[in-house]
């Protein structure tokens, strides 16, 4: 346990529902802020079979745990030596305590024979933008989807050179 309580660990299926809870929270919050109706948003549309079918499929979900209580996650997709990263979401109750950090730092060295990380998010996400930055993610390409812009992202991983 860290000092302010919170653990980042691998989820389990059990946690499907609250990771949901939070994902929803997050990105009802993002559509707020950009004027966007639910339906705009893929995050908003998922229901918690879709996330059991990513699970058993193979796709890694990470959770902060505070006293308990999911506040935050995101998603792992590998495949050969690269991973795309997904859903990064934090609850509004624990935003800008370094939890966005933690949690992608810890999904990071769960794959230390990725040679490359890839995400994305919106163009005008400035919070996550300047997140990803100063993890060392850079700008590869944009695209729009569904009237909403996208800006893809990537850094190399630790199994470089090997």
């Known amino acids: 346990m860290t000092r302010d309580g919170v653990i980042v660990?691998?989820?389990?299926?059990?946690?499907?529902?609250s990771i949901l809870c939070v994902q929803h929270e997050a990105f009802g919050r993002v559509a707020r802020d950009l004027g966007l109706h639910?339906?705009?948003?893929?995050p908003l549309q998922e229901e918690a079979a879709d996330l059991l079918t990513l699970f058993e499929q193979g796709v890694e979900f990470f959770v902060a745990v505070d006293h308990g209580r999911i506040v935050g996650s995101v998603r792992a997709k590998h495949s050969d030596a690269s991973v795309e990263f997904g859903r990064l979401v934090v609850s509004a109750s624990h935003l800008r305590r370094g939890i966005a950090t933690?949690?992608?730092?810890h999904a990071e060295a769960a794959f230390p024979q990725a040679r490359r990380?890839?995400?994305?998010?919106?163009?005008?996400?400035?919070?996550?933008?300047?997140?990803?930055?100063?993890?060392?993610?850079r700008v590869t390409h944009r695209e729009e989807l569904r009237g909403v812009r996208l800006v893809w992202l990537?850094?190399?991983?630790?199994?470089?050179g090997r």
């Open 9 to 17: 660990r691998s989820a389990h299926a059990d946690d499907l529902a």
């Open 38 to 42: 639910s339906d705009d948003l893929p």
């Open 102 to 105: 933690r949690l992608m730092n």
């Open 117 to 137: 990380f890839e995400l994305f998010t919106g163009e005008d996400a400035l919070a996550p933008l300047a997140l990803y930055s100063a993890l060392g993610y």
């Open 154 to 160: 990537a850094k190399d991983g630790c199994a470089c």
